[in-house]
Protein backbone atom coordinates (compact mmCIF):
# COMPACT_ATOMS: atom_id res chain seq x y z
CA UNK A 1 0.00 0.00 0.00
CA UNK A 2 1.18 3.43 -0.84
CA UNK A 3 1.90 5.67 2.23
CA UNK A 4 2.75 9.66 2.24
CA UNK A 5 4.54 10.96 4.65
CA UNK A 6 4.34 14.70 5.92
CA UNK A 7 7.43 15.34 8.96
CA UNK A 8 6.37 18.59 9.78
CA UNK A 9 2.96 19.15 11.34
CA UNK A 10 4.12 22.86 11.81
CA UNK A 11 5.51 26.16 10.09
CA UNK A 12 6.01 28.95 9.97
CA UNK A 13 7.51 32.25 7.61
CA UNK A 14 7.44 35.93 7.41
CA UNK A 15 5.52 37.02 4.97
CA UNK A 16 7.39 37.81 1.38
CA UNK A 17 10.19 34.77 2.43
CA UNK A 18 10.08 31.84 0.99
CA UNK A 19 8.94 28.35 2.72
CA UNK A 20 9.29 24.85 1.92
CA UNK A 21 7.41 21.87 2.91
CA UNK A 22 8.81 18.34 2.98
CA UNK A 23 6.58 15.40 1.74
CA UNK A 24 7.85 12.16 1.11
CA UNK A 25 6.31 8.78 -0.16
CA UNK A 26 6.13 5.34 -0.60
CA UNK A 27 4.84 3.28 -3.45
CA UNK A 28 6.14 0.29 -5.83
CA UNK A 29 4.41 1.33 -9.19
CA UNK A 30 6.51 3.32 -11.37
CA UNK A 31 3.62 5.44 -12.84
CA UNK A 32 1.54 7.72 -10.25
CA UNK A 33 0.95 11.62 -9.56
CA UNK A 34 1.88 13.71 -6.60
CA UNK A 35 -0.48 16.45 -5.67
CA UNK A 36 -0.39 19.63 -2.60
CA UNK A 37 -3.45 20.55 -1.75
CA UNK A 38 -4.43 23.45 0.82
CA UNK A 39 -7.32 23.49 3.16
CA UNK A 40 -7.95 27.23 4.48
CA UNK A 41 -9.50 27.27 8.10
CA UNK A 42 -13.06 26.13 7.73
CA UNK A 43 -13.11 26.43 3.93
CA UNK A 44 -12.91 23.41 1.35
CA UNK A 45 -9.56 21.66 -0.19
CA UNK A 46 -8.20 23.81 -3.37
CA UNK A 47 -5.45 21.86 -5.74
CA UNK A 48 -2.02 23.90 -5.48
CA UNK A 49 -0.38 22.03 -7.86
CA UNK A 50 0.22 18.60 -9.63
CA UNK A 51 3.59 16.73 -10.65
CA UNK A 52 3.43 13.65 -13.42
CA UNK A 53 6.23 11.01 -12.33
CA UNK A 54 7.17 10.27 -15.61
CA UNK A 55 8.16 14.20 -16.24
CA UNK A 56 11.26 15.13 -14.95
CA UNK A 57 10.71 18.88 -15.38
CA UNK A 58 9.30 20.37 -11.57
CA UNK A 59 5.83 21.69 -11.93
CA UNK A 60 5.43 25.28 -11.25
CA UNK A 61 2.25 27.50 -10.65
CA UNK A 62 3.05 31.39 -9.98
CA UNK A 63 4.50 31.55 -6.39
CA UNK A 64 4.77 27.71 -6.06
CA UNK A 65 6.72 25.30 -7.16
CA UNK A 66 8.02 21.72 -6.69
CA UNK A 67 11.08 19.90 -6.16
CA UNK A 68 10.82 16.12 -6.92
CA UNK A 69 12.98 13.57 -6.77
CA UNK A 70 11.41 10.11 -7.81
CA UNK A 71 14.56 8.33 -6.50
CA UNK A 72 14.08 9.70 -3.47
CA UNK A 73 10.90 9.49 -3.45
CA UNK A 74 10.56 12.99 -2.44
CA UNK A 75 8.27 15.67 -3.27
CA UNK A 76 8.59 19.21 -1.64
CA UNK A 77 6.49 22.23 -2.27
CA UNK A 78 8.09 25.60 -2.12
CA UNK A 79 6.13 29.08 -1.60
CA UNK A 80 7.61 32.01 -2.80
CA UNK A 81 6.82 35.43 -1.71
CA UNK A 82 4.69 33.98 0.85
CA UNK A 83 1.41 36.20 1.56
CA UNK A 84 -1.14 36.04 4.21
CA UNK A 85 -3.80 34.15 2.20
CA UNK A 86 -0.69 31.17 2.19
CA UNK A 87 -2.04 30.57 5.88
CA UNK A 88 -3.21 27.08 5.74
CA UNK A 89 -3.14 22.96 6.28
CA UNK A 90 -1.05 21.92 3.35
CA UNK A 91 -1.20 18.27 2.38
CA UNK A 92 0.49 15.98 0.17
CA UNK A 93 -1.24 13.66 -1.76
CA UNK A 94 -0.64 10.12 -4.02
CA UNK A 95 -2.52 8.77 -6.74
CA UNK A 96 -1.61 6.12 -8.48
CA UNK A 97 -2.03 5.34 -12.34
CA UNK A 98 -4.89 3.06 -12.02
CA UNK A 99 -6.56 4.21 -8.68
CA UNK A 100 -8.70 7.22 -8.58
CA UNK A 101 -8.70 7.93 -4.90
CA UNK A 102 -5.61 9.67 -3.26
CA UNK A 103 -3.65 9.10 -0.81
CA UNK A 104 -2.72 12.24 1.74
CA UNK A 105 -0.30 12.83 3.95
CA UNK A 106 -1.22 14.21 7.67
CA UNK A 107 -0.41 17.34 6.54
CA UNK A 108 1.38 20.51 7.30
CA UNK A 109 -0.28 23.41 9.48
CA UNK A 110 1.16 26.87 7.64
CA UNK A 111 1.58 29.93 9.31
CA UNK A 112 2.17 33.64 7.73
CA UNK A 113 3.54 36.17 10.39
CA UNK A 114 3.12 39.60 9.32
CA UNK B 1 -22.03 29.11 -6.60
CA UNK B 2 -21.00 25.67 -8.99
CA UNK B 3 -19.08 24.09 -6.95
CA UNK B 4 -19.30 20.56 -4.62
CA UNK B 5 -21.53 21.01 -1.95
CA UNK B 6 -22.59 18.99 1.36
CA UNK B 7 -25.42 19.27 3.51
CA UNK B 8 -25.31 19.77 6.40
CA UNK B 9 -22.30 21.04 7.35
CA UNK B 10 -22.55 20.34 11.03
CA UNK B 11 -24.83 17.35 12.03
CA UNK B 12 -24.34 16.51 16.49
CA UNK B 13 -26.17 13.45 17.38
CA UNK B 14 -26.18 11.00 19.95
CA UNK B 15 -24.48 7.63 20.02
CA UNK B 16 -27.08 4.87 18.52
CA UNK B 17 -28.71 7.58 16.22
CA UNK B 18 -28.23 6.88 12.10
CA UNK B 19 -27.19 10.25 9.85
CA UNK B 20 -27.60 10.78 6.85
CA UNK B 21 -24.83 13.41 4.73
CA UNK B 22 -25.69 14.62 1.10
CA UNK B 23 -23.15 15.69 -1.65
CA UNK B 24 -24.13 17.22 -5.18
CA UNK B 25 -21.49 17.29 -7.19
CA UNK B 26 -20.37 19.84 -9.85
CA UNK B 27 -22.52 18.80 -12.85
CA UNK B 28 -20.98 17.50 -15.39
CA UNK B 29 -18.45 15.43 -12.81
CA UNK B 30 -18.84 11.57 -13.31
CA UNK B 31 -16.64 10.71 -10.90
CA UNK B 32 -17.42 10.73 -6.58
CA UNK B 33 -15.70 10.42 -3.54
CA UNK B 34 -16.39 10.44 0.36
CA UNK B 35 -13.02 10.65 2.29
CA UNK B 36 -13.18 10.98 6.41
CA UNK B 37 -10.85 13.21 8.05
CA UNK B 38 -10.27 13.17 11.71
CA UNK B 39 -8.64 16.36 13.46
CA UNK B 40 -4.92 16.61 13.03
CA UNK B 41 -5.01 14.23 10.17
CA UNK B 42 -5.13 13.88 6.37
CA UNK B 43 -8.71 12.69 4.60
CA UNK B 44 -8.88 9.23 4.08
CA UNK B 45 -10.79 7.41 1.18
CA UNK B 46 -14.32 5.77 2.47
CA UNK B 47 -15.33 5.07 -1.22
CA UNK B 48 -16.13 6.08 -4.74
CA UNK B 49 -18.48 6.33 -7.75
CA UNK B 50 -18.27 6.06 -11.33
CA UNK B 51 -21.57 7.44 -12.60
CA UNK B 52 -24.08 5.72 -10.58
CA UNK B 53 -21.83 2.50 -9.89
CA UNK B 54 -19.58 1.75 -7.04
CA UNK B 55 -16.82 0.85 -8.01
CA UNK B 56 -14.44 0.96 -5.05
CA UNK B 57 -15.04 0.82 -1.18
CA UNK B 58 -11.86 1.31 1.75
CA UNK B 59 -11.96 -1.44 4.80
CA UNK B 60 -12.84 1.49 6.54
CA UNK B 61 -16.09 1.61 5.25
CA UNK B 62 -17.63 -1.19 7.57
CA UNK B 63 -20.76 -2.47 7.51
CA UNK B 64 -22.61 0.54 9.13
CA UNK B 65 -21.78 3.00 6.43
CA UNK B 66 -23.73 2.70 2.97
CA UNK B 67 -23.13 5.12 -0.05
CA UNK B 68 -25.63 5.34 -2.85
CA UNK B 69 -25.61 7.37 -6.30
CA UNK B 70 -29.04 7.07 -7.50
CA UNK B 71 -28.84 8.15 -11.22
CA UNK B 72 -25.41 9.36 -10.96
CA UNK B 73 -25.92 12.35 -9.81
CA UNK B 74 -25.96 13.19 -5.70
CA UNK B 75 -24.74 11.02 -3.43
CA UNK B 76 -25.71 10.15 -0.10
CA UNK B 77 -23.58 8.68 2.55
CA UNK B 78 -25.27 6.84 5.84
CA UNK B 79 -24.03 6.05 9.30
CA UNK B 80 -26.15 3.66 10.89
CA UNK B 81 -26.19 3.06 14.88
CA UNK B 82 -23.51 5.84 15.45
CA UNK B 83 -20.20 5.47 17.17
CA UNK B 84 -17.79 8.32 18.88
CA UNK B 85 -14.99 6.75 17.01
CA UNK B 86 -17.24 8.49 14.02
CA UNK B 87 -17.17 11.71 15.06
CA UNK B 88 -15.22 13.63 11.65
CA UNK B 89 -15.36 15.71 9.02
CA UNK B 90 -16.58 13.88 6.11
CA UNK B 91 -15.78 15.15 2.90
CA UNK B 92 -17.20 14.29 -0.72
CA UNK B 93 -15.39 15.03 -3.80
CA UNK B 94 -16.02 14.45 -7.90
CA UNK B 95 -13.39 14.88 -10.66
CA UNK B 96 -14.62 14.37 -14.79
CA UNK B 97 -13.61 11.37 -17.12
CA UNK B 98 -9.78 11.28 -17.15
CA UNK B 99 -8.60 14.50 -15.57
CA UNK B 100 -6.25 14.59 -12.53
CA UNK B 101 -8.11 17.08 -10.29
CA UNK B 102 -10.46 16.57 -7.86
CA UNK B 103 -12.96 19.18 -6.62
CA UNK B 104 -13.82 19.30 -2.60
CA UNK B 105 -16.59 20.34 -1.04
CA UNK B 106 -16.44 22.24 2.24
CA UNK B 107 -17.43 18.77 4.19
CA UNK B 108 -19.96 17.71 6.92
CA UNK B 109 -18.68 17.91 10.55
CA UNK B 110 -20.38 14.71 12.49
CA UNK B 111 -19.88 15.25 16.34
CA UNK B 112 -21.22 11.78 18.04
CA UNK B 113 -22.19 12.72 21.99
Known amino acids: AQTVTQSQPEMSVQEAETVTLSCTYD???????LFWYKQPPSRQMILVIR??????QNATENRFSVNFQKAAKSFSLKISDSQLGDAAMYFC???????????FGSGTQLTVLP | DTGVSQDPRHKITKRGQNVTFRCDPI?????LYWYRQTLGQGPEFLTY????????KSRLLSDRFSAERPKGSFSTLEIQRTEQGDSAMYLC???????????FGQGTRLTVV
Open chain 1, 51 to 56: QEAYKQ
Open chain 2, 49 to 56: FQNEAQLE
Open chain 2, 93 to 103: ASSLGRTLEAF
Open chain 1, 93 to 103: AYRGRVARQLT
Open chain 1, 27 to 33: TSESDYY
Open chain 2, 27 to 31: SEHNR
